[in-house]
């Protein structure tokens, strides 16, 4: 038994067949592990000591499928064989049900033989003989069997066997003792990808994927399956959708380490290599449970995957969780030492299973997988990594002439000094951003070769060095004075008095605008006086002035501070005018009219401000610096959102994102694609918006923003995700970006709504009591807010309320509806008590709960309040906010009264006529006459549903035609067709003149037609 098991019951054996079932029962819903398995060796003592050979089959049946489902695979033989022998020795001891499940067993054992290197080849060919046999005289199909083959075959590497068995297990009929469908399908798509089919893989597995065939591990599996081919289809999005749905059903599985490893080969192949060593960390255990040798092996082989790819990337000495058992306990490793244990572990597995094949399949495809390579350079996930993987930043593009780039697989020959400075120049001449990085590589070039540059390069390498991203801003001020006197010395003065205002901008981002406007109050003179001498160009002379305009408008406070920074704006445009026609100067122009955007933004002028920054955009268009247009586009794009034109808001940020792939700095694509998704989602195109806040969240990530900006993307993602149906990633991103989220940082109505997003997403999943912890935590906070928030506390607890009725939880759920009811009341929401009262009555009929007449009684309080409501209710008030399950109508506030009214007598009619347990025509006279009665009854307040319905008008159409139904079926169980086939033709009637099919109107019709032809059937026959 599992060292984990604790010591047997002392109560002895079970009382009866039908507690031991209920103990296994609970047992089963335990999570995978040795904990359940524990449990199931317990219950078999207890079975044993019982002496009854019915509790010791069921008691073995039960232990055979917890060991099955766990990482002590390997126990599953030895209780099995004696479950054969019993059912050889006794087989009247088996009922039919303990019958099919033996031989649904034999598929286990012998598949499962395959993933044990100590068992000989022999002994499984023998096993399935047996099989084979054993099937063939119980009369069941060979198409478990041919199954069984195909897994043998298939894994010591015979292509033919397995191919002949492959198509004799899919020409064989299926049975009972057939796989589910969803795990043949998984098997059969598996074997076409193994063969290089891809497209016909995901043919297979599209009705498991799709949610038509499933079962308690499908699509979990499948999903993990699908992500390679996938990939290699180029149908990224699918697969990283697979992969974010598949890991949420994995994660907490025991027994789904092979799927998992899945999981983290996606993450290796696709640049997310940081995000398969927080797999790793997240079941350490993993690499090293020895119950079921393939699938560690697999898992091992994956993660010497990974490793090899974080050790290419330099990252071999980083931290890593590593195997907790053979060795590793207690010991700290680095990507490197697991990349090599993972190796050396897998192989050995591998040899072992070759060592018992005769074969070298299993060494072969080992080696192939730890040896695969990327599948997509960078497929953004939008999930928070901890350790981001920073990759290098993308070459410059080549200046204008540049030599080509060597061949594919020609060795790239490394660029001299020479060269590296001659290409600065040109991206300077150009203007270009990537300017900064030629400098820095030519400056380190001629470090590494010990050469002397020119005092004019090494003016140009400072500059450049104090525009560089990395460099602090307490340092940037320094090295434009350093630069300017290096000019000075090369004897450009221009380009001094240049280097000289930028220092004192320096000084100004730095926070110390006064000192900032006094330093740049000479270099503008200066820079003046030498363009008249005509010692500096009009450009150089432009640029001084736009930097003292630039700290005015950092300083501009106030009207007086205001006046100044548009009168420094207004120079830098008096003095640019005459020299329009050159580029450069023009470049200043634009920055000029951005600044003076800036200025009419800042006084309110919005649509002042947004015509300016067009014209900033299409001057440094003009001037041939388009990516110099990026904050301009930008800020016009977050004023035309703010003015409503969402086009403009659009072609601005898309430009925008365009230019500044110049830049490729991180956090300045975080925020594009942020801001891009936010006018995409604001126009409807979640699925396009999607794809930017995918991008935002992996760049915040890299800029090392991942609480700030990559919390604001995931939060924006998730909601998006929600709203395209796709829930299972919407919930894995909702929860990660819970992870960074604050109601401090963010505001409490950030994480509110995420919880609320991820309670909707979770129910939609049928985790219906996780939903109800999200919403519970959001109303807490919500529970504070003023009136106007407080609904949002009221529907929070409604939601709660709902997600706990869903998951069964009927006491919880009671109390939730009856605190939600409260909330309603306090803010008069009479409609939304009437909803709570209602839950609550049909809560009060589940088992355990309050009764039938606690049931009628919450329904008749609901009445009660509803006239009340009524008799002081003027027709024309407004209408109630609708809330999930109420009646939508167009009319006031007595109106939506009148027609919670009416939907009030339908469920008072329904309760009751459900809460009886017999029918007006049960056999028994007595149970007869008592539902007759409730039916009458119940008629009387749906046909009351009806006139109120019918009263309304269009609007309650559906409404009114559900309660002709309804009241039609109790018509005809009371024995009249001819009201029931009168019921029927009204609703007919309804739909008559409707030329629109929806879902609802159709099913009625449907229902209504049905309706007649019995109520015609029932008359004829009386």
């Not at 027994?255 to 997240?282: D, I, K, P, Q, Y």
């Not at 053979?326 to 072992?352: C, K, N, S």
């Not at 990759?391 to 490394?414: E, F, I, K, L, N």
């Not at 409404?959 to 009249?976: I, K, P, S, V």
């Amino acid at each position: 038994m599992s060292t984990d098991a604790p010591a047997p019951s002392p109560a002895g054996p079970p009382a009866d067949i039908f507690a031991f079932r209920q103990a296994m029962h609970d047992n089963a819903q335990e999570p995978e592990g040795p904990g359940r398995n524990a449990g199931a060796e317990r219950l078999l003592a207890e079975a044993e000591r019982s002496g009854e050979a019915a509790f010791v089959v069921e008691g073995l049946i039960h232990l055979l499928q917890t060991y099955n489902f766990s990482s002590e695979q390997d126990k599953m033989f030895v209780p099995f064989a004696r479950l054969l022998r019993m059912w050889d020795e006794r087989p009247e001891d088996f009922d039919e049900e303990d019958t099919h499940r033996l031989f649904w067993m034999f598929k286990w054992v012998s598949s499962g033989m395959t993933d044990q290197p100590h068992i000989p080849l022999a002994a499984m060919e023998k096993w399935l003989g047996e099989m084979e046999r054993r099937y063939r005289l119980a009369g069941h199909s060979e198409r478990a069997v041919r199954q069984a083959e195909y897994h043998i075959a298939e894994h010591v590497g015979d292509d033919a066997r397995a191919a002949r068995a492959y198509a004799a297990w899919r020409a064989a009929e299926r049975d009972a003792t057939s796989d589910c469908h969803a795990c043949e399908l998984r098997g059969q798509g598996s074997w076409e990808a193994g063969h290089g089919d891809d497209d016909a893989a995901l043919e297979l597995w599209a009705p498991v994927l799709g949610g038509v065939h499933t079962c308690a591990h499908e699509p979990h599996a499948t999903l993990a399956e699908s992500l390679l081919p996938l990939l290699r289809l180029g149908r990224v999005d699918e697969a990283r959708s697979n992969h974010l749905r598949g890991h949420r059903m994995v994660r907490r599985m025991e027994s789904m380490r092979f799927a998992f490893a899945r999981h983290v080969e996606f993450c290796a192949l696709t640049g997310n290599e940081a995000r398969g060593l927080e797999l790793l960390a997240e079941r350490p255990a993993y690499l090293a449970d020895r119950g079921e040798p393939s699938s560690l092996m697999a898992y091992l082989a994956v993660t010497a995957l990974l490793t090899r790819r974080l050790a290419g990337l330099g990252l071999g000495a980083e931290p890593v969780v590593g195997p907790p058992e053979a060795g590793g306990a207690g010991r700290e490793w680095t990507v490197a030492e697991l990349g090599a244990y993972a190796e050396r572990e897998a192989l050995a597995l591998a040899g072992r299973f070759d060592a018992r094949n005769g074969t070298a399949a299993v060494s072969a495809g080992v080696r192939e997988r730890m040896a695969r390579e990327p599948l997509a350079e960078r497929l953004p996930l939008g999930l928070r990594v901890g350790r981001p993987v920073r990759r290098s930043a993308p070459p410059a593009a080549p200046a204008a002439g540049a030599a080509a780039p060597p061949a594919a697989g020609a060795p790239a020959a490394r660029p001299g000094v020479a060269e590296l400075l001659a290409s600065a120049r040109e991206l300077t001449e150009a203007r270009r951003p990537d300017a900064v990085r030629a400098w820095a590589d030519a400056a380190r070039a001629a470090v590494q070769a010990g050469t002397e540059l020119p005092v004019r390069d090494r003016a140009e390498v400072a500059a450049h060095r104090a525009m560089h991203p990395d460099t602090a801003d307490g340092e940037v001020a320094a090295l434009f004075g350093t630069a300017a006197g290096l000019f000075e010395t090369a004897g450009d003065p221009g380009q001094a008095e240049v280097a000289r205002a930028r220092a004192a901008f320096a000084l100004a981002r730095e926070g110390r605008t006064d000192d900032a406007l006094a330093a740049v109050a000479e270099p503008c003179a200066r820079a003046l006086a030498l363009h008249a001498e005509g010692r500096a160009t009009a450009a150089e002379a432009a640029t001084a002035l736009i930097c003292r305009a630039r700290i005015h408008t950092m300083r501009g406070d106030g009207a007086s501070g205001t006046a100044d920074s548009a009168e420094a704006v207004a120079a830098v445009a008096d003095f640019a005018a005459p020299y329009a026609d050159d580029p450069r100067v023009a470049g200043r122009i634009a920055e000029a009219y951005e600044l003076q955007a800036e200025l009419a933004a800042r006084r309110g002028e919005r649509e002042a401000a947004a015509a300016l920054y067009e014209q900033a955009v299409d001057g440094y268009a003009a001037a041939g610096v388009p990516w110099y247009a990026v904050r301009a586009q930008s800020a016009l794009g977050g004023i035309a959102s703010r003015l409503g034109d969402r086009g403009t808001a659009e072609r601005a940020v898309r430009g925008a994102l365009e230019h500044s792939a110049v830049h490729a700095q991180p956090a300045g694509q975080a925020g594009l694609h942020l801001q891009l998704a936010d006018v995409l989602c604001n126009t409807g195109r979640d699925g396009e918006g999607a794809e930017h806040l995918l991008e935002a969240a992996l760049w915040a990530d890299e800029a090392g923003d991942s609480a700030d900006t990559g919390a604001w993307a995931r939060h924006h993602l998730g909601g998006a995700l929600l709203r395209l149906g796709r829930a299972a990633e919407a919930a894995a991103v909702l929860e990660d970006a819970l992870a960074d989220l604050s109601a401090d940082q963010h505001g409490e109505g950030a994480v509110v709504q995420t919880r609320w997003w991820l309670g909707d997403a979770l129910g939609r999943l049928g985790e219906h009591k996780q939903a109800a912890e999200q919403y519970v935590l959001a109303a807490g906070i919500a529970a504070h807010w003023p009136r106007d928030g407080a609904r949002d506390h009221a529907m929070l607890a409604t939601l709660a309320a709902q997600s706990l009725s869903a998951g069964e939880l009927d006491t919880q759920a009671a109390r939730a509806y009856e605190r939600a009811g409260a909330l309603w009341r306090d803010l008069g929401d009479v409609p939304a008590v009437i909803r709570t009262l209602r839950a609550r009555a049909w809560l009060a009929l589940r088992p355990e709960q309050a009764g039938t007449a606690a049931g009628r009684a919450l329904m008749a309080e609901a009445e009660r309040e509803l006239t009340a409501a009524l008799a002081t209710t003027a027709g024309s008030g407004g209408q109630d906010t609708a809330e999930p399950g109420g009646t939508q109508v167009r009319g006031g506030r007595r109106d939506v009264l009148l027609a919670e009214l009416a939907a009030t007598h339908r469920q008072t009619g329904d309760l009751i006529t459900a809460a009886v347990g017999s029918t007006p025509h049960d056999p028994d006279e007595s149970a007869a006459g008592a539902a007759r009665t409730a039916y009458e009854e119940g008629l009387a307040h749906v046909v009351r549903a009806v006139t109120g319905f019918a009263e309304l008008g269009p609007d309650c159409r559906d409404e009114y035609t559900g309660a002709q139904l309804l009241a039609a079926w109790l018509e005809a169980d009371l024995g009249r067709p001819g009201a029931a086939a009168r019921r029927a033709r009204a609703v007919l009637a309804a739909y008559a003149d409707d030329d629109t099919a929806t879902e609802t109107s159709e099913s009625r019709r449907d229902e209504a037609q049905a309706l007649l032809n019995y109520a015609g059937t029932e008359a004829a026959g009386s």
